[in-house]
Every structure is written in C-alpha cells, then in structure tokens.
C-alpha cells in the first residue's frame, strides 16, 4: 500500500474529505488533490511537517505516512535516474541570464547558447538554487517569512507552503518555472562569475535574505586513491552497483578528484549525474 492508498483508506473509515486534509496541513485542496491522484510526487519527509500533521489527523502511528513517503521517493528515483535529464526550460534561463550582473551577461548568454545545459549553466542554476534552498529551509519555521515571501510572490500563505514542497523537491534538472519566480526572482537580486576561476558570487534581497551575499570558489586538490579527504557521498556511489556499476576506472579516477570547498557534501546521485555528464559528447570539445 502506497500513501495516496493509505491516506484515502483513512478518509473513507473517518468520513473526511480532501478539504480537511489541506486545512489539516496548511496547503492547498488542489495540492492535495494532486498528491493523491498521484500527479505529484510525495515530498521529501526530512523537509516538510506535512506528514505529521496528516498523520494526527488520520490518527495514524507516528512516522507512518513519512515511511511510506521515503520508500515511494526512493522507487522514483530509480526510474528518473534512468533517463537523460532534460535541458532547462527556456524561461528558468532567462530569468538565470537575467539576474546575473548585467557586465556578465553578454558573454554568459554567450556560453549559455553556445552549450545548451552545459557546465557553466548547470553551475550557476544549481548554485544558485543551493543558496535559496539553504535560506527557505532556514526560515521554513518562521511563518512571517512565509507570508512576507508570499506577497512577495503573489500568493496566498496556503499556496506558499505549496510552492516550498515543491521547490525543495527540484533541482537543477527539473526546476520550473513557477519555481524561479516564487523563490529565485524574489530572493535573489544578481549573481556574478569570474569565468576563469570559475568563482561565484551571489547577492540576496536583504528585506527577506539574512545575508546580502554568498561567495563560492571550486579548488581542485589532488589526493591519493583511499584517502581520508575521500567524499563519503562518492564512497556510497562505489558500493551501489546501480550507480556506479559501469563506470571505468578512468571515470572514477576522475569523479574520485572532485573537491568542494563550501560545506555542502555530494550525494551519490551527484556523482552518478557527473558521471553521465562525463559521458555526454555536448559538453566536450575536440582537438
């Protein structure tokens, strides 16, 4: 049984409706609709309340739905990391081109052209993403926030909560853009890089953002095969054969030598991604 199934078993035994779900969570009926039709993915249990509140009010043991959720999640993942990712939607580029520092702009728009979904574009959209992540988990608690964000966004709190599931959920390969402009537009002013360092420099609207900026730099170090400086996200992606099971020794030798100097570690998907990437004759030149 999967948690639409369970959640619609529990409505039918206490004679509720989808309405008492969405009042119960503080998101909208459709978003409820959606996620029981099955239209839309669970969202992850580490980054929502959503569960527990359901969960009390189905009068379910406690953790129930978020199990259910993870392991549906997990099954997902599977099947998605099977096909090629797809290039970004035209309007999440634009918006990306239209935030970076109009100096930049130009020559990014260039590259952008140039490399359809290349390194360069991957980078900043996902950093980019990585930094307003970071600030909507920070302030997710804060329901202030929330609702200063929604106006800012035009959205009413319920459908705020919504956009969040959904935003938390995406990344670089599947962003929307509905996304970009209930959390990229509003929360980031411009972004500039030095394309030959490859340094990034991020600026934040400070009447919501904390912090007006973030500055990322990407060092290359070299270690030995074994050593202790190994990422344990790459560590997972060897012992996973579903992951890394084809990879050749030059391929991992490479993947192996990834170094991130910011304090967010890699995940075993990211390396299985970069793998892909590696293989992809679009991101390459020749001689």
Request: glycine residues 4%; charged residues 35%; aromatic residues 8%.
């Amino acid at each position: 049984m999967d948690i639409s199934q369970l959640i619609q078993q529990k409505l039918s035994e206490f004679g509720m409706d989808q309405r008492d779900l969405a009042d119960a969570a503080d998101v909208t009926e459709s978003y409820i609709s959606q996620l029981l039709n099955r239209k839309k993915a669970p969202p992850a249990p580490e980054r929502t309340d959503i569960y527990d509140k359901l969960g009390r009010l189905l009068k379910l043991p406690a953790g129930k739905l978020a199990g259910l959720a993870d392991i549906q999640r997990k099954h997902e993942l599977k099947k998605k990391i099977q096909n090629p990712p797809l290039p970004l939607f035209k309007d999440v580029r634009a918006l990306v081109l239209q935030k970076c520092k109009r100096e930049r702009r130009r020559e990014v728009s260039a590259i952008f052209e140039k490399e359809p979904f290349g390194e360069l574009e991957r980078l900043v959209t996902q950093k980019l993403m990585d930094v307003v992540k970071a600030l909507v988990k920070k302030e997710l608690e804060r329901e202030n926030w929330l609702r200063i964000l929604a106006r800012e966004s035009n959205r009413s709190y319920k459908q705020m909560r919504v956009a969040v599931l959904e935003f938390l959920d995406a990344d670089v390969f599947n962003i929307t853009p509905e996304s970009c402009i209930a959390f990229l537009d509003p929360l980031i002013m411009s972004w500039d890089i030095d394309l030959s360092s490859f340094s990034l420099e991020i600026v934040l609207n400070r009447r919501i953002a904390p912090e007006s900026s973030k500055k990322f730099e990407f060092v290359e170090k070299q270690v030995g095969r074994g050593s202790s400086d190994e990422e344990p996200g790459f560590r997972e992606f060897l012992k996973d054969d579903f992951l890394s099971g084809h990879a050749t020794p030059e391929e991992i030798d490479f993947l192996q030598h990834l170094r991130f100097k910011n304090s967010r570690r890699p995940t075993p998907l990211y390396y299985y991604r970069e793998l892909q990437n590696l293989r992809d004759p679009l991101h390459f030149r020749r001689k």
